[in-house]
């Protein structure tokens, strides 16, 4: 049984940063592809940034390049999503998800396994 708990959201300032972390627990995550995902209330949930496996490539939505970065901690089965420079527009319901086949994916419907979510609002 694969766990997967989001942390660190909360209430920002425009221009500010959060951290968040994904605990995993169930499996290991240095096999997984992790991808963070975000839905605002009425919208569809969308990608956010990701991790491959294997080559440890990472991905960003367009909206948030230059501002987020995802990075690993395999040893504490951890995912990490910095965000700086937060935007109202950032605000949504972050999720965090595992992959556990191969090949790399944006699409949400292509995730295994995801956290409760943590809530993240940037005000103007």
């Known amino acids: 049984q694969v766990a997967l708990v989001e942390s660190g959201g909360g209430l920002v300032q425009a221009g500010g940063s959060l951290r968040l972390s994904c605990a995993g627990s169930g499996r290991t995550f240095s096999t997984a592809n992790m991808g963070w995902f975000r839905q605002a209330p009425g919208k569809e949930r969308e990608f956010v940034a990701g991790?491959?496996?294997?080559?440890?490539?990472?991905y960003y939505a367009d909206s948030v390049k230059g501002r987020f970065t995802i990075s690993r901690e395999n040893a504490k089965n951890t995912v990490l999503l910095q965000m700086t420079s937060l935007k109202p527009e950032d605000t949504a319901a972050y999720f965090c998800?595992?992959?556990?086949?191969?090949?790399?994916?944006?699409?949400?419907?292509?995730?295994?396994?995801w956290g409760q979510g943590t809530q993240v609002t940037v005000s103007s």
């Open positions: 991790s491959h496996w294997r080559s440890g490539i990472t």
């Open positions: 998800a595992a992959k556990w086949t191969s090949a790399w994916s944006r699409s949400s419907s292509d995730y295994n396994d």
